[in-house]
């Protein structure tokens, strides 16, 4: 079946640092999805992708749908202590099928 | 506006008992989703409804799982018998037809059976 690789598995910053994380696949997904989980709570939608090169900004968090369609990026610029917890990739192949979900990145800011 | 709404939020339980989780979907999402998270295999998706039928239960783990979506607004999973590999966080998802993907999670149920 599908895979995601989600790297790296955990991040260490310092408030005020840049944080760049990526999502490859073996094979090809038509739409990328970025969530976030906080502690104690479900993933919410970051971002979501749907073309091949598209680049979407949300505030401070901007995402790539990379060219070849197996992988995806995501950047956070200036980060702050909120930005503190897991981060998700998803893939979907077709519109209506299941999300494939990667590994996760834990983030962890200090102040 | 409400969101997806779970209970319990955690629940313990000895096993061999049987165990039922429950959702409320955001009013007018006709698409429902099982999800359950482990540090081992991360999020994997258990079970989805459309309009209340269940369409694709692939990722039920055993036929100890159950689930059901009576009518719109309420899905229960079920585990009977449990047991102590079923702990986990178990979330429910709801999204619209036109943004199928486009899923909103509850806080989850976090399950610990001893």
């Known amino acids: 079946g599908q895979q995601l690789n989600q790297s790296p598995q955990s991040m260490f910053i310092q408030e005020g640092e840049d944080v760049s994380m990526n999502c490859t696949s073996s094979?090809?997904?038509?739409?990328w999805l970025w969530y976030k989980q906080e502690p104690g709570e479900g993933p919410v939608l970051l971002i979501a992708l749907y073309k091949a090169g598209e680049l979407t900004s949300n505030g401070r968090l901007t995402a790539q749908f990379g060219i070849t369609r197996k992988d995806s990026f995501l950047n956070i610029s200036a980060s702050i202590p909120s930005d503190v917890g897991i981060y998700f990739c998803a893939g979907q192949l077709t519109s209506g099928s299941r999300l494939t979900f990667g590994e996760g990145t834990q983030l962890t800011v200090n102040p | 506006d409400a969101g997806v709404i779970q209970s319990p939020r955690h629940e313990v339980t000895e096993m061999g008992q049987e165990v039922t989780l429950r959702c409320k979907p955001i009013?007018?999402?006709?698409?429902l989703f099982w999800y359950r998270q482990t540090m081992m295999r991360g999020l994997e998706l258990l079970i989805y409804f459309n309009n209340n039928v269940p369409i694709d239960d692939s990722g039920m783990p055993e036929d100890r799982f159950s689930a059901k979506m009576p009518n719109a607004s309420f899905s229960t999973l079920k585990i009977q018998p449990s047991e102590p590999r079923d702990s986990a966080v178990y979330f429910c998802a709801s999204s619209l037809g036109t943004g199928f993907h486009i899923q909103y999670f509850g806080a989850g149920t976090r399950l610990s059976v001893l």
């Open positions: 094979s090809i997904f038509n739409t």
């Open positions: 009013s007018g999402h006709d698409y």
